[in-house]
């Protein structure tokens, strides 16, 4: 049986890594510093996926297991592989690189030439390529070199939601949403590459990077802050608010034609996407609250985050973007005295000029008259 680790044994990695392993044939190893969780598995050597949308089902996942990543049985299982895969978050990248260069070094010393691919599924541009980095912080040159024949990187793009799960549930049960995307970058693999249902390969893997940041991320911090200005409390309640509904989805349209331009996409096919985006808004079995998908929001209102990024390419294409300003004001406006990131926004603005704040913000110096449109409709907030 094939064999795969998966660093990460959270919801994401159980729920949509793991469980596309898993119905592909391989034998999952989990790797993660969460003890009960790698207990449970290794006592039950299965857990239960619940889909919900449309058709909702559960799916057993079998031939599962773990291991404790901080300890040195992960080593002997990377070894064995020939694809490890992440889910970790960003920020814990840096952390199992160190792990990833040891084993990595072990293969070498052991005289292994099987090649080994190793895919961040993480929410962030290039994180294959960044773990990549990281791991060579932790290797010589002889290394390095081996890692050049036999070792891939691939880039990654993943889209799937998953709600939390009611406290008490078994704490192998995890729950999804119907719709899921794993797109990898096949010019990156080394060795032939893994025949594998569930992962979408592409050559141009920025422009479906962008395609999910120009039309799922804008459009769920859109319908977050424009429904917390309306006093709605989840992505649902907003997005079943006609006048939110109609800004986003004519956001989510502006965004569209820059993509279009950039990248060809066929315009019916963006359409279907964009419905398909507002549909996973609208699942009844997703309650997720809109301080959550609104918070940080320098963060995303950063200039190659999910509203400056279309908005600039708008400018780019000279294209339409009036509900593009008028969700980036909603999201100046945001206020959550729990984040610190929302204080901060408050204080540049009721401290600073409102211009000086929007450029400092945003980092577009050298747009007044978007600068001008979108403090006017803050203002009117």
């Known amino acids: 049986m094939k064999k795969a680790i998966q660093f990460g044994a959270g919801n994401i990695g159980r729920g949509f890594i793991g469980n596309i392993l898993s119905q592909n044939g391989y034998e999952v190893c989990f790797a993660d510093i969460n003890k009960a969780v790698i207990d449970e598995l290794n006592k039950k050597h299965e857990y239960v996926v619940?889909?919900?949308?449309?058709?909702?089902?559960?799916?057993?996942?079998k031939n599962v297991y773990g291991v404790m990543s901080n300890s040195s049985d992960i080593f002997e299982e990377i070894k064995k592989t020939n694809l490890i895969t992440t889910a970790v978050g960003p920020?814990?990248?840096?952390?199992?690189?160190?792990?990833?260069?040891?084993?990595?070094?072990?293969?070498?010393?052991?005289?292994?030439?099987?090649?080994?691919?190793?895919?961040?599924?993480?929410?962030?541009?290039?994180?294959?390529?960044?773990?990549?980095?990281?791991?060579?912080?932790?290797?010589?040159?002889?290394?390095?070199?081996?890692?050049?024949?036999?070792?891939?990187?691939?880039?990654?793009?993943?889209?799937?939601?998953?709600?939390?799960?009611?406290?008490?549930?078994?704490?192998?049960?995890?729950?999804?949403?119907?719709?899921?995307?794993?797109?990898?970058d096949k010019t990156l693999f080394k060795g032939e590459i893994p025949n594998i249902e569930g992962m979408t390969l592409t050559d141009n893997l920025m422009a479906f990077i962008e395609r999910k940041l120009f039309t799922l991320n804008t459009g769920h911090a859109l319908t977050a802050y424009l429904g917390i200005l309306e006093g709605h409390k989840t992505i649902k309640e907003s997005i079943e608010d006609e006048k939110i509904k109609d800004v986003v989805v004519h956001a989510m349209e502006e965004s569209g034609e820059v993509l279009i331009k950039r990248y060809h996409f066929d315009r019916d096919a963006h359409e279907k996407y964009i419905k398909k985006i507002v549909?996973?808004?609208?699942?009844?079995?997703?309650?997720?609250?809109?301080?959550?998908?609104?918070?940080?929001?320098?963060?995303?209102?950063?200039?190659?985050?999910?509203?400056i990024k279309p908005l600039r390419g708008t400018l780019e294409y000279n294209t339409k973007n009036d509900n593009l300003i008028r969700g980036i004001a909603a999201a100046m406006a945001y206020r959550n005295e729990n984040d610190p990131q929302a204080v901060i926004l408050k204080d540049k603005i009721e401290n600073e000029n409102l211009n000086k704040a929007f450029r400092e913000i945003t980092s577009l110096s050298d747009n007044p008259e978007i600068e001008e449109k979108v403090i006017e409709v803050y203002k009117t907030l």
């Open 50 to 61: 619940e889909v919900v949308g449309e058709n909702c089902q559960e799916i057993l996942i």
């Open 91 to 184: 920020v814990v990248l840096p952390i199992i690189a160190k792990t990833l260069a040891e084993g990595i070094k072990i293969r070498m010393e052991a005289g292994i030439k099987d090649y080994l691919n190793i895919i961040a599924c993480e929410n962030m541009i290039k994180g294959s390529s960044f773990l990549k980095e990281e791991v060579y912080k932790h290797i010589d040159d002889n290394v390095k070199k081996y890692i050049e024949t036999y070792v891939g990187f691939p880039d990654s793009a993943v889209d799937r939601i998953v709600p939390p799960m009611e406290k008490g549930a078994d704490i192998l049960r995890v729950r999804v949403e119907e719709f899921n995307e794993w797109i990898v």
């Open 279 to 307: 549909s996973r808004f609208e699942n009844p079995y997703l309650v997720d609250e809109v301080d959550r998908v609104g918070r940080e929001p320098l963060r995303k209102l950063g200039y190659n985050d999910r509203l």
